[in-house]
Each structure stands twice: as structure tokens, then as C-alpha cells.
């Protein structure tokens, strides 16, 4: 049995990769190790956690109907989230990363960064990109 990451966020993108990711868990008969990323620190208070923990929650039930043999981890430990998912995946001997994208302007891009690309870049295993529908 082979493990598959996926980075997770309450959003389209992080709802779209989670779908895929389970897919492929199912598909493989793989362990799926789902990952939520937070910096910490002021910007990540006691409401944000909590509200974190309540979406997680939500995750964890979706899947157990699954029937998927899973696991989810909530970090918040001071890295980005690329850097998180890539150290997931190397600990865990992933077969894959299941990243979501969004479409952002150039200058969104700029301006914020792209974990996607860091992830595409870092990563020493190979990395599912699943776009987001609008």
C-alpha cells in the first residue's frame, strides 16, 4: 500500500484536491494523509484554530464514508505550507503530492508568492495539480 499527500485548505482549490486525492486513494488502495498548514502566530489566534479544527472535523467524517484508510494532520508550526507538505511527503515516502490550484492574476502571483510552484519545485516525488472549478 502506497501513501498519498494532500494539501488541504477550506476552500474550492483545497475541496478539489481533497476529491482527487481520495480518487486516487481508492483507485491505488492507498493511505491518504491530508494536511492543513498554518504559519502560527499572531495571524492564527485561539478562534482561527478552533475554526480550523471545526472545517478538519468536517474532513475527517467525509472520510470515514469514504472508506478510505486516512489520516489528517494539522500543522502549525512556522512553515509555509509548501515547505510542510514537502517534509509530509518525504516522511511518509509518499508515492504523490495532490496539490489544488486557483486562477490568480500575475500580479496576485507575484505579490503572494505560489506555494503550488514551490511545491511543484521542492517536491521529490512526483505532483498532482487539479484545478478548481470557479
Known sequence: MGTIVVGYVP???GRAALARAVEEAKLRGAHLV??????????????DAVKTEEQLAEVRAQLADTGVDSEVRQLVRGMDPADDLVKVANETGADFIVIGLRRRSPVGKLILGSNAQRVLLDSTCPVLAVKASS
Open 34 to 47: 491530508v494536511v492543513n498548514s498554518h504559519r502560527g502566530g499572531r495571524d492564527f489566534d485561539d478562534d
Open 11 to 13: 476552500k474550492p482549490e
